[in-house]
Protein backbone atom coordinates (compact mmCIF):
# COMPACT_ATOMS: atom_id res chain seq x y z
CA UNK A 1 0.00 0.00 0.00
CA UNK A 2 2.78 2.38 1.12
CA UNK A 3 4.61 1.52 -2.21
CA UNK A 4 1.27 2.33 -4.28
CA UNK A 5 0.84 5.48 -2.49
CA UNK A 6 4.49 6.61 -3.48
CA UNK A 7 3.70 5.60 -6.94
CA UNK A 8 0.56 7.94 -7.01
CA UNK A 9 2.75 10.91 -5.28
CA UNK A 10 5.40 10.36 -7.89
CA UNK A 11 2.73 10.77 -10.62
CA UNK A 12 1.13 13.76 -9.04
CA UNK A 13 4.21 15.53 -8.68
CA UNK A 14 3.43 18.06 -11.32
CA UNK A 15 1.52 21.43 -9.26
CA UNK A 16 2.20 23.43 -12.62
CA UNK A 17 -0.49 21.17 -14.59
CA UNK A 18 -2.29 20.13 -11.86
CA UNK A 19 -3.34 23.86 -11.02
CA UNK A 20 -4.12 24.41 -14.44
CA UNK A 21 -6.30 21.85 -14.63
CA UNK A 22 -7.92 22.73 -11.40
CA UNK A 23 -7.81 27.05 -12.87
CA UNK A 24 -9.36 25.31 -16.07
CA UNK A 25 -11.86 23.73 -14.36
CA UNK A 26 -13.20 26.82 -11.92
CA UNK A 27 -12.82 28.80 -15.03
CA UNK A 28 -15.36 26.23 -16.36
CA UNK A 29 -17.64 26.43 -13.30
CA UNK A 30 -17.67 30.22 -13.26
CA UNK A 31 -18.55 30.06 -16.96
CA UNK A 32 -21.50 27.83 -16.57
CA UNK A 33 -22.73 28.93 -13.77
CA UNK A 34 -22.75 31.98 -15.25
CA UNK A 35 -24.00 30.85 -18.66
CA UNK A 36 -26.77 29.09 -16.63
CA UNK A 37 -28.59 32.46 -15.57
CA UNK A 38 -28.08 34.17 -18.83
CA UNK A 39 -30.77 35.32 -21.10
CA UNK A 40 -29.48 33.76 -23.97
CA UNK A 41 -29.88 30.21 -22.07
CA UNK A 42 -33.45 31.11 -21.27
CA UNK A 43 -34.09 32.07 -24.80
CA UNK A 44 -32.58 29.18 -26.10
CA UNK A 45 -34.71 27.04 -23.40
CA UNK A 46 -37.68 28.31 -24.86
CA UNK A 47 -36.79 28.06 -28.46
CA UNK A 48 -36.33 24.49 -27.11
CA UNK A 49 -39.53 23.93 -25.30
CA UNK A 50 -41.45 25.11 -28.32
CA UNK A 51 -39.32 23.27 -31.71
CA UNK A 52 -39.67 20.21 -29.99
CA UNK A 53 -43.57 20.66 -28.60
CA UNK A 54 -45.92 18.22 -30.04
CA UNK A 55 -48.13 21.29 -31.03
CA UNK A 56 -45.26 22.41 -33.78
CA UNK A 57 -44.73 18.73 -34.79
CA UNK A 58 -48.55 18.79 -35.49
CA UNK A 59 -48.16 22.59 -36.97
CA UNK A 60 -45.66 21.54 -39.11
CA UNK A 61 -46.83 18.68 -40.44
CA UNK A 62 -49.91 19.79 -41.43
CA UNK A 63 -48.04 22.62 -43.40
CA UNK A 64 -46.16 20.23 -44.99
CA UNK A 65 -49.10 17.92 -45.60
CA UNK A 66 -50.99 20.23 -47.31
CA UNK A 67 -52.07 20.20 -51.10
CA UNK A 68 -53.60 23.36 -53.09
CA UNK A 69 -55.36 20.29 -55.02
CA UNK A 70 -57.28 19.91 -52.01
CA UNK A 71 -57.43 23.52 -50.57
CA UNK A 72 -60.77 25.61 -50.81
CA UNK A 73 -58.91 27.62 -53.00
CA UNK A 74 -58.50 24.98 -55.50
CA UNK A 75 -62.49 24.36 -55.70
CA UNK A 76 -62.97 28.01 -55.71
CA UNK A 77 -60.45 28.17 -58.54
CA UNK A 78 -61.75 25.49 -60.03
CA UNK A 79 -65.51 26.88 -59.80
CA UNK A 80 -64.47 30.13 -61.43
CA UNK A 81 -63.45 28.64 -64.23
CA UNK A 82 -65.80 26.28 -65.27
CA UNK A 83 -68.09 29.40 -65.31
CA UNK A 84 -65.68 30.96 -67.59
CA UNK A 85 -65.36 28.27 -69.65
CA UNK A 86 -69.43 27.69 -70.26
CA UNK A 87 -71.27 29.12 -73.15
CA UNK A 88 -73.55 31.32 -70.95
CA UNK A 89 -70.66 32.88 -69.47
CA UNK A 90 -68.61 33.41 -72.90
CA UNK A 91 -72.02 34.97 -74.21
CA UNK A 92 -72.83 36.96 -71.84
CA UNK A 93 -69.32 38.35 -71.36
CA UNK A 94 -69.18 39.21 -74.99
CA UNK A 95 -72.66 41.37 -75.22
CA UNK A 96 -71.55 43.08 -72.26
CA UNK A 97 -69.52 45.45 -73.51
CA UNK A 98 -69.97 45.28 -77.07
CA UNK A 99 -71.66 47.49 -79.87
CA UNK A 100 -74.63 45.25 -80.84
CA UNK A 101 -75.47 45.87 -76.70
CA UNK A 102 -74.89 49.32 -76.69
CA UNK A 103 -75.92 50.18 -79.91
CA UNK A 104 -79.29 48.08 -78.81
CA UNK A 105 -79.90 50.30 -75.58
CA UNK A 106 -79.76 53.39 -77.42
CA UNK A 107 -82.31 52.48 -79.77
CA UNK A 108 -84.03 50.73 -76.91
CA UNK A 109 -83.92 54.51 -75.62
CA UNK A 110 -84.52 56.54 -78.69
CA UNK A 111 -88.04 58.39 -79.66
CA UNK A 112 -87.51 56.43 -82.79
CA UNK A 113 -88.29 52.92 -80.97
CA UNK A 114 -90.86 55.29 -79.26
CA UNK A 115 -92.63 56.20 -82.14
CA UNK A 116 -92.21 53.12 -83.71
CA UNK A 117 -93.59 50.75 -81.45
CA UNK A 118 -96.84 53.70 -80.64
CA UNK A 119 -97.49 53.46 -84.89
CA UNK A 120 -97.49 49.53 -84.43
CA UNK A 121 -100.14 49.74 -81.97
CA UNK A 122 -101.98 52.02 -84.04
CA UNK A 123 -101.80 49.89 -87.13
CA UNK A 124 -102.64 46.85 -85.54
CA UNK A 125 -105.64 48.16 -83.73
CA UNK A 126 -108.79 46.85 -84.29
CA UNK A 127 -110.40 49.95 -86.03
CA UNK A 128 -107.38 51.18 -88.26
CA UNK A 129 -108.70 52.52 -91.31
CA UNK A 130 -105.89 52.41 -94.14
CA UNK A 131 -107.28 55.14 -95.97
CA UNK A 132 -108.00 57.66 -93.28
CA UNK A 133 -104.45 56.88 -91.54
CA UNK A 134 -102.32 56.29 -94.46
CA UNK A 135 -100.05 58.95 -93.19
CA UNK A 136 -99.53 57.28 -90.52
CA UNK A 137 -99.30 53.83 -91.92
CA UNK A 138 -96.52 55.21 -94.68
CA UNK A 139 -94.79 56.20 -91.71
CA UNK A 140 -94.86 52.57 -90.05
CA UNK A 141 -93.85 50.95 -93.29
CA UNK A 142 -91.18 53.34 -93.69
CA UNK A 143 -89.53 52.99 -90.17
CA UNK A 144 -90.09 48.99 -90.16
CA UNK A 145 -87.81 49.01 -93.30
CA UNK A 146 -85.29 50.50 -91.52
CA UNK A 147 -81.93 49.10 -90.79
CA UNK A 148 -81.28 50.55 -87.01
CA UNK A 149 -85.25 49.49 -86.09
CA UNK A 150 -84.75 45.53 -88.42
CA UNK A 151 -81.48 45.77 -86.61
CA UNK A 152 -82.75 46.28 -83.17
CA UNK A 153 -85.28 43.42 -83.18
CA UNK A 154 -83.30 40.86 -84.73
CA UNK A 155 -80.53 41.22 -81.47
CA UNK A 156 -84.02 41.53 -79.40
CA UNK A 157 -85.18 37.93 -80.85
CA UNK A 158 -81.39 36.40 -80.89
CA UNK A 159 -80.91 33.24 -78.93
CA UNK A 160 -77.48 35.43 -77.07
CA UNK A 161 -79.56 38.28 -76.26
CA UNK A 162 -81.71 35.98 -74.06
CA UNK A 163 -78.64 34.60 -72.35
CA UNK A 164 -77.48 37.67 -71.76
CA UNK A 165 -80.28 38.70 -69.69
CA UNK A 166 -81.03 35.66 -68.54
CA UNK A 167 -77.41 35.61 -66.78
CA UNK A 168 -77.36 39.34 -66.06
CA UNK A 169 -78.27 39.95 -62.44
CA UNK A 170 -78.63 35.88 -62.06
CA UNK A 171 -77.44 34.62 -58.33
CA UNK A 172 -74.67 32.78 -60.76
CA UNK A 173 -73.41 36.15 -61.61
CA UNK A 174 -72.84 37.43 -58.23
CA UNK A 175 -71.28 34.46 -57.58
CA UNK A 176 -68.64 34.20 -60.34
CA UNK A 177 -67.78 37.85 -59.84
CA UNK A 178 -67.26 37.10 -55.86
CA UNK A 179 -64.69 35.01 -57.41
CA UNK A 180 -63.38 36.84 -59.32
CA UNK A 181 -62.68 38.96 -56.72
CA UNK A 182 -61.35 36.63 -54.49
CA UNK A 183 -59.05 35.37 -56.86
CA UNK A 184 -57.59 38.66 -57.68
CA UNK A 185 -56.72 39.33 -54.18
CA UNK A 186 -53.03 39.57 -53.09
CA UNK A 187 -53.95 37.43 -50.24
CA UNK A 188 -55.62 34.67 -52.41
CA UNK A 189 -52.42 34.50 -54.97
CA UNK A 190 -50.02 34.52 -51.52
CA UNK A 191 -52.31 31.71 -50.21
CA UNK A 192 -51.77 29.50 -53.36
CA UNK A 193 -48.44 30.13 -54.08
CA UNK A 194 -47.63 29.32 -50.21
CA UNK A 195 -49.32 26.14 -51.09
CA UNK A 196 -47.74 25.39 -54.50
CA UNK A 197 -44.41 25.60 -52.86
CA UNK A 198 -42.83 22.41 -52.42
CA UNK A 199 -40.66 24.28 -49.33
CA UNK A 200 -43.67 26.09 -48.02
CA UNK A 201 -42.62 25.50 -44.32
CA UNK A 202 -39.16 27.12 -44.91
CA UNK A 203 -41.58 29.82 -45.34
CA UNK A 204 -42.67 30.41 -42.00
CA UNK A 205 -42.11 31.35 -38.82
CA UNK A 206 -41.87 28.08 -36.78
CA UNK A 207 -39.13 27.41 -39.56
CA UNK A 208 -36.90 30.64 -38.38
CA UNK A 209 -37.71 29.75 -35.03
CA UNK A 210 -36.32 26.03 -35.87
CA UNK A 211 -33.12 27.07 -37.67
CA UNK A 212 -32.16 29.44 -34.52
CA UNK A 213 -32.77 26.60 -31.93
CA UNK A 214 -30.48 24.36 -34.89
CA UNK A 215 -27.98 27.17 -35.22
CA UNK A 216 -27.39 27.24 -31.42
CA UNK A 217 -27.59 23.98 -30.70
CA UNK A 218 -24.55 23.77 -32.46
CA UNK A 219 -22.46 26.66 -31.01
CA UNK A 220 -19.62 26.05 -29.63
CA UNK A 221 -20.44 27.74 -26.58
CA UNK A 222 -23.67 25.55 -26.52
CA UNK A 223 -21.87 22.17 -27.02
CA UNK A 224 -19.09 23.37 -24.24
CA UNK A 225 -22.31 23.84 -22.07
CA UNK A 226 -24.36 20.96 -22.67
CA UNK A 227 -21.24 18.42 -22.53
CA UNK A 228 -20.13 19.88 -18.74
CA UNK A 229 -24.57 19.59 -17.55
CA UNK A 230 -23.61 15.81 -19.13
CA UNK A 231 -20.52 15.72 -16.44
CA UNK A 232 -20.32 15.16 -12.68
CA UNK A 233 -17.12 17.64 -13.26
CA UNK A 234 -18.03 20.18 -10.94
CA UNK A 235 -19.74 18.23 -8.41
CA UNK A 236 -16.97 18.62 -6.43
CA UNK A 237 -16.86 22.43 -6.44
CA UNK A 238 -20.63 22.59 -6.30
CA UNK A 239 -19.96 21.35 -2.39
CA UNK A 240 -17.65 23.92 -1.40
CA UNK A 241 -17.44 27.86 -0.88
CA UNK A 242 -14.08 30.01 0.17
CA UNK A 243 -14.43 31.17 3.03
CA UNK A 244 -10.43 32.81 3.51
CA UNK A 245 -8.01 33.11 0.63
CA UNK A 246 -4.87 34.89 0.59
CA UNK A 247 -2.93 35.22 -2.55
CA UNK A 248 0.38 37.17 -1.22
CA UNK A 249 0.36 39.39 -3.85
CA UNK A 250 1.36 42.68 -2.00
CA UNK A 251 4.59 43.95 -0.90
CA UNK A 252 3.68 43.96 2.56
CA UNK A 253 2.22 41.19 5.21
CA UNK A 254 -1.98 42.29 5.57
CA UNK A 255 -1.93 42.96 9.00
CA UNK A 256 -5.76 42.14 8.38
CA UNK A 257 -5.05 38.63 7.80
CA UNK A 258 -2.18 37.77 9.34
CA UNK A 259 0.01 38.17 12.79
CA UNK A 260 3.79 37.55 12.53
CA UNK A 261 4.11 36.07 16.08
CA UNK A 262 2.14 33.13 18.14
CA UNK A 263 -1.09 34.45 19.05
CA UNK A 264 -0.96 34.51 22.68
CA UNK A 265 2.42 36.83 22.36
CA UNK A 266 0.21 39.14 20.42
CA UNK A 267 -2.46 38.75 22.42
CA UNK A 268 -0.91 38.98 25.55
CA UNK A 269 2.38 40.87 25.29
CA UNK A 270 2.54 42.58 21.86
CA UNK A 271 5.72 40.61 21.22
CA UNK A 272 7.46 37.37 20.59
CA UNK A 273 8.27 34.74 22.78
CA UNK A 274 9.12 31.28 22.11
CA UNK A 275 9.12 27.65 23.69
CA UNK A 276 11.17 26.17 25.95
CA UNK A 277 11.71 23.84 22.92
CA UNK A 278 12.44 25.92 20.43
CA UNK A 279 16.04 26.98 19.66
CA UNK A 280 14.80 30.17 17.55
CA UNK A 281 13.33 33.30 17.99
CA UNK A 282 10.09 34.66 15.78
CA UNK A 283 11.27 38.22 14.85
CA UNK A 284 8.79 40.78 14.11
CA UNK A 285 8.49 39.90 10.60
CA UNK A 286 12.33 40.72 9.62
CA UNK A 287 12.72 36.94 8.73
CA UNK A 288 9.64 37.29 6.37
CA UNK A 289 10.41 37.99 2.34
CA UNK A 290 7.66 39.18 0.17
CA UNK A 291 8.36 38.69 -3.87
CA UNK A 292 4.62 40.01 -5.02
CA UNK A 293 3.17 36.77 -5.97
CA UNK A 294 4.51 34.59 -2.64
CA UNK A 295 5.84 35.10 0.81
CA UNK A 296 9.04 33.31 1.98
CA UNK A 297 9.83 32.74 6.19
CA UNK A 298 13.25 32.22 6.69
CA UNK A 299 15.15 30.48 9.47
CA UNK A 300 18.78 31.59 10.22
CA UNK A 301 21.42 31.01 12.21
CA UNK A 302 21.96 34.17 14.09
CA UNK A 303 21.86 35.56 17.62
CA UNK A 304 18.98 37.41 19.35
CA UNK A 305 17.61 38.64 22.43
CA UNK A 306 14.22 37.71 23.21
CA UNK A 307 11.96 36.28 25.49
CA UNK A 308 11.18 32.21 26.51
CA UNK A 309 8.33 31.00 28.41
CA UNK A 310 8.96 28.80 31.15
CA UNK A 311 5.90 27.16 32.90
CA UNK A 312 7.54 27.68 36.40
CA UNK A 313 8.95 31.06 35.93
CA UNK A 314 7.01 32.57 33.21
CA UNK A 315 8.46 35.07 30.31
CA UNK A 316 11.93 35.03 30.87
CA UNK A 317 15.26 36.84 29.00
CA UNK A 318 17.12 34.77 26.81
CA UNK A 319 19.53 34.68 23.87
CA UNK A 320 18.80 33.05 21.14
CA UNK A 321 21.25 31.37 18.46
CA UNK A 322 18.56 31.37 15.77
CA UNK A 323 15.88 33.31 14.49
CA UNK A 324 12.52 32.26 12.47
CA UNK A 325 9.12 33.37 11.14
CA UNK A 326 5.98 32.54 11.83
CA UNK A 327 2.32 34.03 10.90
CA UNK A 328 -1.21 32.97 11.59
CA UNK A 329 -5.01 34.02 11.44
CA UNK A 330 -5.70 33.80 15.06
CA UNK A 331 -7.30 37.55 15.32
CA UNK A 332 -8.34 37.26 11.87
CA UNK A 333 -10.34 33.64 10.38
CA UNK A 334 -10.84 30.46 12.75
CA UNK A 335 -13.49 27.98 11.26
CA UNK A 336 -14.68 24.52 12.06
CA UNK A 337 -14.84 22.15 9.55
CA UNK A 338 -14.23 22.73 5.81
CA UNK A 339 -11.00 22.39 3.48
CA UNK A 340 -7.88 23.96 3.97
CA UNK A 341 -4.94 24.59 1.72
CA UNK A 342 -1.55 25.82 0.93
CA UNK A 343 0.35 25.68 -2.30
CA UNK A 344 4.09 25.79 -0.23
CA UNK A 345 7.94 25.19 -1.31
CA UNK A 346 10.55 24.18 1.37
CA UNK A 347 13.70 24.40 1.15
CA UNK A 348 16.34 22.67 3.48
CA UNK A 349 13.64 20.33 5.07
CA UNK A 350 16.06 18.59 7.29
CA UNK A 351 17.44 21.62 9.12
CA UNK A 352 14.29 22.86 10.68
CA UNK A 353 10.81 21.82 10.97
CA UNK A 354 8.64 23.69 8.14
CA UNK A 355 5.03 23.39 9.44
CA UNK A 356 1.53 24.21 8.39
CA UNK A 357 -0.34 23.22 11.48
CA UNK A 358 -4.13 24.45 13.01
CA UNK A 359 -4.86 25.06 16.64
CA UNK A 360 -7.27 26.63 18.78
CA UNK A 361 -7.08 28.30 22.33
CA UNK A 362 -5.11 25.68 24.05
CA UNK A 363 -2.41 23.37 22.44
CA UNK A 364 -5.34 20.84 21.64
CA UNK A 365 -6.77 20.17 19.54
CA UNK A 366 -3.84 20.59 16.82
CA UNK A 367 -3.47 19.13 13.39
CA UNK A 368 -0.84 19.42 11.56
CA UNK A 369 -1.34 19.69 7.72
CA UNK A 370 2.05 19.60 7.00
CA UNK A 371 5.06 19.22 9.17
CA UNK A 372 8.44 18.21 8.37
CA UNK A 373 10.98 15.65 10.48
CA UNK A 374 14.40 16.46 11.80
CA UNK A 375 15.49 14.40 9.21
CA UNK A 376 13.83 15.79 6.01
CA UNK A 377 10.78 13.66 6.06
CA UNK A 378 7.09 14.59 5.72
CA UNK A 379 5.34 14.36 8.85
CA UNK A 380 1.09 14.64 9.31
CA UNK A 381 -0.77 13.98 12.22
CA UNK A 382 -2.84 15.51 14.78
CA UNK A 383 -2.92 16.15 19.19
CA UNK A 384 -6.10 15.54 20.91
CA UNK A 385 -6.97 15.23 24.74
CA UNK A 386 -5.62 16.76 28.00
CA UNK A 387 -2.71 19.34 27.52
CA UNK A 388 -0.38 18.02 29.95
CA UNK A 389 -0.95 14.40 28.08
CA UNK A 390 -2.14 14.41 24.74
CA UNK A 391 -2.66 11.82 22.59
CA UNK A 392 -0.84 11.83 19.26
CA UNK A 393 -1.34 10.39 15.78
CA UNK A 394 1.49 10.74 13.13
CA UNK A 395 1.96 9.43 10.03
CA UNK A 396 5.51 9.58 8.29
CA UNK A 397 4.82 10.11 4.14
CA UNK A 398 7.06 8.79 1.78
CA UNK A 399 6.79 9.42 -2.26
CA UNK A 400 7.39 13.12 -2.34
CA UNK A 401 10.54 14.91 -3.51
CA UNK A 402 10.46 18.54 -1.61
CA UNK A 403 13.11 19.35 -3.95
CA UNK A 404 10.84 19.66 -7.17
CA UNK A 405 9.73 22.57 -5.44
CA UNK A 406 5.90 23.34 -4.93
CA UNK A 407 2.79 20.78 -3.87
CA UNK A 408 -0.39 21.73 -2.70
CA UNK A 409 -1.18 20.67 0.97
CA UNK A 410 -4.51 20.25 1.87
CA UNK A 411 -7.14 19.02 5.08
CA UNK A 412 -10.52 18.44 4.50
CA UNK A 413 -11.82 18.02 7.72
CA UNK A 414 -15.56 17.07 8.62
CA UNK A 415 -17.37 16.22 12.06
CA UNK A 416 -15.93 12.29 11.78
CA UNK A 417 -13.44 12.49 9.77
CA UNK A 418 -9.02 14.24 9.05
CA UNK A 419 -8.27 13.35 5.40
CA UNK A 420 -4.76 14.84 4.32
CA UNK A 421 -4.15 15.29 0.53
CA UNK A 422 -0.66 15.95 -1.43
CA UNK A 423 -1.40 17.91 -4.20
CA UNK A 424 -4.93 16.03 -4.58
CA UNK A 425 -3.76 12.29 -3.70
CA UNK A 426 -5.20 11.34 -0.45
CA UNK A 427 -2.46 10.25 1.71
CA UNK A 428 -4.09 9.47 5.01
CA UNK A 429 -7.50 9.26 6.83
CA UNK A 430 -7.85 9.94 10.59
CA UNK A 431 -11.02 8.88 12.79
CA UNK A 432 -9.60 9.15 15.85
CA UNK A 433 -9.37 12.97 18.09
CA UNK A 434 -11.38 15.15 15.68
CA UNK A 435 -11.47 18.87 16.77
CA UNK A 436 -14.64 19.74 17.20
CA UNK A 437 -13.82 23.92 17.73
CA UNK A 438 -12.70 26.45 15.44
CA UNK A 439 -9.15 26.41 14.62
CA UNK A 440 -7.11 28.70 12.75
CA UNK A 441 -4.17 28.67 10.46
CA UNK A 442 -0.31 28.75 11.28
CA UNK A 443 2.84 28.37 8.87
CA UNK A 444 6.13 28.41 10.72
CA UNK A 445 9.76 27.13 10.63
CA UNK A 446 11.20 25.77 13.74
CA UNK A 447 14.96 25.10 14.62
CA UNK A 448 15.02 22.18 17.05
CA UNK A 449 18.64 21.17 16.82
CA UNK A 450 22.20 22.83 17.39
CA UNK A 451 23.97 22.82 13.86
CA UNK A 452 26.48 24.94 12.07
CA UNK A 453 24.14 26.89 9.82
CA UNK A 454 20.77 27.02 8.88
CA UNK A 455 19.31 28.31 5.44
CA UNK A 456 15.95 26.93 5.50
CA UNK A 457 12.73 28.72 3.97
CA UNK A 458 9.09 27.97 3.46
CA UNK A 459 7.28 29.43 0.74
CA UNK A 460 4.07 29.79 0.50
CA UNK A 461 2.34 31.14 -3.05
CA UNK A 462 -1.37 31.51 -1.74
CA UNK A 463 -3.60 30.04 0.97
CA UNK A 464 -7.09 29.16 0.69
CA UNK A 465 -9.78 27.80 2.70
CA UNK A 466 -13.44 26.33 2.27
CA UNK A 467 -16.52 25.47 3.88
CA UNK A 468 -19.26 23.37 2.61
CA UNK A 469 -22.06 24.88 0.82
CA UNK A 470 -25.47 24.80 3.01
Not at 25 to 43: G, I, M, P, T, V
Not at 168 to 173: A, E
Not at 310 to 323: A, H, Q, R
Amino acid sequence: MAFFLAYKLRKASDTLSLEKKRDGLKNDFEEFKAFSKSEELKEFNELETFVLSENFKKNRKSIESKSYKKSDLFADEKKFKRFQKSKRFKTYFRLKDSSELSAFEMTKESEEISRYQELDKIVHAAGFNKKEQAEELNEFKLMKNSQRIKDYFKFEKSKAFKIYQEVDGSKDLKTYLELEEKIASEEFQKEKNFLLDKKRFEKTEEFEKLQEYTRLNASDKFKKYFALQKKNSFDELKKWELSFSEEFDNKQLDSEKWINKYFWADELLNKSYSLESDLHIFTDGKNIEHSGSSIVLQARKEKKEGLMWNPSMGFVPKEFDYTSAIINTGKSFRQKYGRFEAKIKLSNPNQVDHSFWMVSDKKTPHVDVLKTSPDGKLLMGNYWGKDTQPSLKQFKIKGVDTSKGYFIYTLDWSQNELVWKINDVVVKTQTEGVPQEPMYLNFSLGVTKEQQSVNAALEIDWVRCYKKTE
